[in-house]
């Protein structure tokens, strides 16, 4: 089933988001859910707080950039409860964007390489390293979970920049190619 996103402008967007237990009622089918509407988004990661779901909780296909990088052919997770280890590396510049910030991209500087502790599907606790791509989408992703959005990695000027764009997009203001809730809209 295709979720809605959840629009900048969302407090659910800035708050932590908290643990899932094992046994939590339909989560399989709430991965299931979200994957739809990942891919009819065309995103390549998608955090539960995007679809207005506080839990620790974000899936990434990073294989569409395996044409560039072939290793990322069928890189396709779920992170449960996901916490980042360690980052290091020269920060590098990248253009992002965001399910939740339709037609918004900024660049934003991230370290290459992380170590994340996180769980998969059945529970089962793994620890792994990421680099370049791969690292910067699950970054992205746990940011949703740390409450933490795109403009907060961008300077005061590039926000101050961007207002009547970011205030549009909160407003609903904007056409997505996609199912999308607005902070500003009556539900």
């Known amino acids: 089933m295709i979720l809605p996103i959840i629009a900048y402008g969302d407090p659910v967007l800035k708050t932590r988001a908290s643990d899932i237990e094992p046994g939590h009622p339909g989560l399989a089918a709430l991965i299931e859910n979200m994957w739809d509407t990942m891919y009819n988004a065309k995103g390549v990661g998608l955090a539960a707080p995007q679809i207005g779901l506080s839990l620790r909780l974000f899936l990434v296909d990073a294989s569409p950039f395996a044409d560039e990088?072939?290793?990322?052919?069928?890189?396709?997770?779920?992170?449960?409860?996901?916490?980042?280890?360690?980052?290091?590396?020269?920060?590098?510049?990248?253009?992002?964007g965001c399910l939740s910030f339709p037609d918004f991209r900024e660049d934003i500087y991230r370290k290459p390489k992380l170590i994340l502790s996180f769980q998969d599907e059945q529970f089962n606790r793994h620890e792994e390293e990421f680099s370049g791509i791969a690292a910067r989408i699950i970054q992205h992703e746990y940011d949703h979970i740390e409450g933490i959005v795109m403009t907060d990695r961008i300077s005061p000027l590039r926000r101050t920049l961007n207002r009547k764009k970011l205030l549009n997009i909160s407003k609903g203001n904007v056409k997505p190619e996609y199912l999308m809730r607005f902070p500003a809209r009556k539900r």
């Open 69 to 96: 990088y072939p290793n990322l052919a069928g890189f396709k997770r779920a992170f449960i409860n996901p916490a980042i280890l360690k980052e290091w590396g020269d920060e590098w510049l990248f253009n992002e």
